[in-house]
């Protein structure tokens, strides 16, 4: 079965998390990214016309920089992104929104400084017609273990992949 944990992370938190639930799970990684990078300053969530605040108050569509060329190979697909004001970035639904979800088992991962994943998960499912099997906020790597241990019950990866 393949497997491809997608994620994106403009300060590396994410990034961390994605690339340690790819080497438990033996997946292959993709890192989404926009076309212009993010600066420190659009990431100021504090100040209301940094880029972040921008694009989720005018919900414009960012574009992604690389596209994943064999993404039909994939059976089971993570997706990982920070929460920004409860919610997926806008550059995680231009990302969803650029491929056939049909037949795929989704799951998503995220990281958060206190959101829960919930209003993510939902948003995600109207927009994605694939399956949503599951939805998590990642912390740590004991956190990452045990949650992989939960997933391969539901999901058997496979020696393969262990």
């Known amino acids: 079965m393949d497997i491809l944990v997608t994620y994106f992370s403009p300060t590396g938190t994410t990034k961390a998390i994605a690339r340690e639930l790819a080497d438990q799970i033996k997946a292959d990684y ?13 990431l100021n969530w504090k100040n209301p016309l940094a880029r972040c605040n921008r694009e989720k ?13 064999n993404f039909s190979d994939y059976e089971i697909v993570f997706i ?19 491929y056939d979800w049909t037949g795929k088992k989704i799951i998503l991962f995220a990281t958060s400084g206190g959101s829960d994943i919930q209003r993510a998960r939902k948003s995600l499912e109207d927009k994605i017609q694939g399956k949503i099997i599951a939805a998590k906020v990642l912390s740590g790597s004991a956190e990452i273990e045990e949650w992989v ?14």
Do not use: H, M
């Open 30 to 42: 993709f890192e989404i990214q926009p076309e212009k990078p993010y600066t420190a300053a659009d």
């Open 57 to 69: 108050v005018f919900n414009r569509g960012i574009a992604c920089r690389e596209k994943i060329g």
């Open 80 to 98: 990982g992104f920070p929460i920004w004001y409860y919610q997926e970035p806008g550059i995680i639904d231009s990302f969803v929104e650029g």
């Open 149 to 162: 241990d939960r997933l391969d019950r539901i999901l058997d990866f496979g020696e393969e992949n262990q």
